[in-house]
């Protein structure tokens, strides 16, 4: 298993096949295994890549929580898809000094037991969820228009990457092109909320993040369901 060289673009390019019906590395909520290869990444993929940027811009958004999410992290190699090798090169090992000043995750000996702990305590929270009478859940139908930069841009492509973005509560619905002048066009695209899971400003964040194909996203709808 491994995602070869996240280093280069074959490596990356393995990344983005891989996410492309999937919201994380492994399950279905962030934890230690996005963040093992988060960490190996020297960058944010290119636009082209729109499943592995989408994940990269998500998982950067728990760069101040990356210690607390659940799992242990493992080796690149026991992540991806198999029949692939790991050959990321490691990054080099700060000074004693840095690591003194700045420990964005901690070690995996000092974050493990407590690392288990919130898992724990996640999953029996969870279980209790479960196992209570379902509750009605508040959900929003949106219209959003999406604007690219001009009339060159690739819409069919623009499209895909809003459609890559998946989260738990979100759910995609039509879409047309409306001219805007000028040979322009915009996107308008339907999508279904759960009001506690998913807001505006965090698809306007995901949407906006495909900088080369979009310029602006604005909520045309906006109705209680």
């Not at 499943?51 to 101040?64: C, E, G, P, T, V």
């Not at 964005?104 to 724990?120: M, R, Y």
């Not at 459609?163 to 047309?176: A, N, T």
Request: glycine letters at 8%; a negative charge; aromatic letters at 8%.
């Amino acid at each position: 298993m491994g995602f070869g060289d996240l280093k280069t673009p074959a490596g990356l390019k393995v990344l983005n096949d891989f996410l492309a019906d999937k919201s994380y590395i492994e399950g279905y909520v962030p934890s230690q295994a996005d963040v093992a290869v988060f960490d190996a990444m020297s960058g944010a993929p290119s636009a082209d890549l729109c499943h592995a940027l989408r994940w990269y811009n998500h998982i950067k958004s728990y760069q101040k929580e990356k210690g607390s999410l659940p799992g242990v992290k493992k080796p690149l190699g026991q992540y991806g898809p198999a029949g692939v090798e790991d050959t990321t090169a490691a990054a080099p090992a700060a000074d004693d000094e840095d690591d003194d000043d700045i420990d964005l995750f901690g070690s995996d000996e000092e974050e493990d037991e407590e690392t288990k702990k919130i898992k724990e305590e996640r999953l029996a929270a969870y279980n209790a969820k479960k196992s209570k009478k379902p509750a009605l859940i508040a959900k929003s139908s949106i219209l959003l228009d999406v604007k690219p930069w001009d009339d060159e841009t690739d819409m069919a492509k623009l499209e895909e990457c809003v459609r890559s973005i998946q989260l738990d509560g979100l759910v995609w619905g039509q879409s047309k092109l409306l001219p805007v002048g000028y040979g322009i066009k915009k996107l308008q695209i339907a999508c279904v909320v759960e009001d506690d899971k998913v807001g505006t400003d965090q698809l306007e964040e995901l949407i906006t993040a495909f900088e080369d194909y979009v310029q602006s996203m604005d909520v045309a709808a906006f109705n209680k369901i």
